[in-house]
């Protein structure tokens, strides 16, 4: 499988050259991997006749979604994202550039779609499949990541995702992708960690790509400042990153939010927030 997350689209690429002619990749922006097991503990309760194929990827450092999501969609390191690494506006471009460049496969037969969170989007999402029938589909599912900027704990979040489950909106999701005979690949940009607040870096000299759990800085001088006003921080210089983009990292188990404030985040250096889950969905008896 892929060891991080930009090495995605290869892989799904190896899976439709040995046979797999439509792939379903979905993306749940934020999921870290204990999340992942909620969400199959709770179709298997319900007992939803899906197997799963489960490893695991690397995301990209910082792990935000500016950053960590292109890759994922691109197959690129972020380092060649220099002009988009603040933003995700580009992806569905950069993700049917991929497949028209490294797959073969005609833009009009690779769909994208971000923002999906609920049940009542998946009527125009199921019309909209049936009638363009792409062979290769990214979608990018955004409930976790909206729940974890509302919260003050993992605790919190799980009990809202519990919530969210009990809509139907994944096992509907996953029944169709698969009566419309897809492959499904289940993935995240990134994970989510608690944190603890130790105030926020001053205004005036951070760049344009905050963070709670990082600040990206586009000089030196701007990055030594902050990283000597905050001695818990780590300053990493990061191959795969543009040259202009400088992260500091809050330390531990802390975020750049006020001092004390307990808080869901992302963006930082640790496991919960660096691996993702990878999984391969599919029905009991192999089909899909």
């Known amino acids: 499988g892929p060891v991080m997350v930009h090495h995605i689209p290869r892989f799904l690429r190896q899976r439709r050259s040995a046979g797999e002619a439509k792939v379903a990749l979905l993306v749940f922006d934020g999921l870290a991997v204990d999340q992942w097991v909620q969400i199959r503990e709770h179709l298997i309760t319900s007992q939803r006749p899906l197997a799963f194929d489960e490893s695991s990827a690397f995301a990209w450092l910082p792990t935000v979604t500016s950053v960590s999501r292109q890759a994922l969609f691109s197959g690129l390191r972020p380092r060649e994202l220099e002009d988009s690494i603040d933003h995700t506006n580009k992806e569905e471009t950069l993700w049917k550039a991929y497949w028209q460049n490294e797959g073969g496969v005609a833009p009009n037969d690779v769909m994208y779609q971000r923002a999906l969170h609920q049940v009542d989007q998946l009527n125009a999402l199921e019309a909209e499949i049936v009638n363009r029938k792409p062979k290769v589909l990214g979608l990018v599912i955004d409930e976790v990541d909206e729940r974890l900027h509302k919260e003050r704990s993992k605790e919190d979040v799980a009990l809202w995702i519990g919530r ?55 000089s030196e001088p701007l990055l030594t400042e902050s990283a000597s006003a905050y001695p818990g921080t780590v300053a990493l210089d990061i191959a795969g990153l543009p040259a202009n983009f400088k992260p500091l990292f809050a330390g531990g188990r802390s975020a750049f939010v006020p001092a004390n404030e307990r808080v869901v985040v992302h963006g930082g250096i640790s496991v919960e927030e660096l691996i993702v889950p990878f999984v391969r969905v599919s029905n009991v008896n192999g089909a899909g």
């Open 164 to 218: 969210w489950l009990e809509t139907g909106f994944v096992e509907r999701l996953f029944a169709f992708l698969l009566a419309e005979g897809f492959s499904i690949y289940v993935t995240a940009d990134h994970g989510n960690v608690d944190a603890v607040g130790i105030g926020r870096p001053n205004q005036g000299v951070i760049a344009e790509t905050r963070g709670e759990r990082v600040r990206a800085y586009r």
